[in-house]
C-alpha cells in the first residue's frame, strides 16, 4: 500500500507554544490530505480537509485559527497547533488518499506541559 | 468473550485460536468498506478493504465478510498471533459522507491470551 509518514512521532512543548507536524506521501502524490485527532480509546475524529494549493476545509467546532494548515505541494502537508495548551495534548493522525484507499500516518504524539 | 463497556469493546482469544470482530454500519448506500488494525501509538494500519458488490474478500490470515441485508461486516484472522493483538476499526466510505467520505466504527480491542 502507500506510504505515509508523519514528523516528529513524539513532541512535547511548553503551553503558549506553537507546534509544527508534517505530513507527507512517500510514494505517491495526494492533492487532497486529512488531518485527524484521536483521543485515548477512541476513534478518529476528522479535523479538516487540507487541499494542495487552497485553503484547508474546517470540521465544524474546529478553529481554523488554532490549528493551520499549509499544503503547499503534492506530497506534503503542515498541521501548525498555535499557542498550544494542555487541553491539545492529543495524537494527531494525517491520511492521504490513493485511488479509492485511504492510508494513514503513523501519528504524532503531542504533549502540551 | 467480547464485552461492551466504557471503554473500547474488548475481545480476548487464544494464541492460534481463530478471531471474529464484528461491525455494523450504518449507511446503506456505503459502497466500500475497510479495516484497520492500530497499534498502541500507531497510526491506523490498512489490512483488507471490500467493495459492495462482494460478499467475502479473503487475504492472508484475514478474511473480510460483508452481508449488505443486515449492513454488518465481520473481520476473520486466522491462527492469531501475539502481533495481532491491537484495536480494530472498520470503516465504511459513502462520497456524500462527510469531507473524507469515510466513518469509523468505535473500534475493538483483541486481546490475544498465551
Known amino acids: 500500500g502507500a506510504v505515509v509518514s508523519q514528523h516528529p512521532s513524539r513532541v512535547i512543548c511548553k503551553s503558549g507554544t506553537s507546534v509544527k507536524i508534517e505530513c507527507r506521501s512517500l510514494d505517491f502524490q495526494a492533492t487532497t490530505m486529512f488531518w485527524y485527532r484521536q483521543f485515548p480509546k477512541k476513534s478518529l475524529m476528522l479535523m479538516a480537509t487540507?487541499?494542495?494549493?487552497?485553503?484547508?476545509?474546517?470540521e465544524q467546532g474546529v478553529e481554523k485559527d488554532k490549528f493551520l494548515i499549509n499544503h503547499a505541494s503534492l506530497t506534503l502537508s503542515t498541521l501548525t497547533v498555535t499557542s498550544a495548551h494542555p487541553e491539545d495534548s492529543s495524537f494527531y493522525i494525517c491520511s492521504a488518499r490513493a485511488g479509492q484507499g485511504q492510508f494513514f500516518g503513523p501519528g504524532t504524539r503531542l504533549t502540551v506541559l | 468473550g467480547e464485552s461492551v463497556g466504557l471503554h473500547l469493546p474488548t475481545l480476548s482469544v487464544q494464541e492460534g485460536d481463530n478471531s471474529i470482530i464484528n461491525c455494523a454500519y450504518s449507511?446503506?448506500?456505503?459502497?466500500?468498506f475497510i479495516w484497520y488494525k492500530q497499534e498502541s501509538g500507531k497510526g491506523p494500519q490498512f489490512i483488507i478493504d471490500?467493495?459492495?458488490?462482494?460478499d467475502k474478500r479473503q487475504g492472508q490470515r484475514v478474511t473480510v465478510l460483508l452481508n449488505k441485508t443486515v449492513k454488518h461486516l465481520s473481520l476473520q484472522i486466522a491462527a492469531t498471533q501475539p502481533g495481532d493483538s491491537a484495536v480494530y476499526f472498520c470503516a465504511e466510505f459513502n462520497p456524500g459522507g462527510g469531507a473524507d467520505g469515510l466513518t469509523f466504527g468505535k473500534g475493538t480491542h483483541l486481546i490475544i491470551q498465551p
Open positions: 449507511n446503506s448506500a456505503s459502497d466500500y
Open positions: 487540507s487541499n494542495e494549493g487552497s485553503k484547508a476545509t474546517y
Open positions: 471490500i467493495r459492495s458488490n462482494m
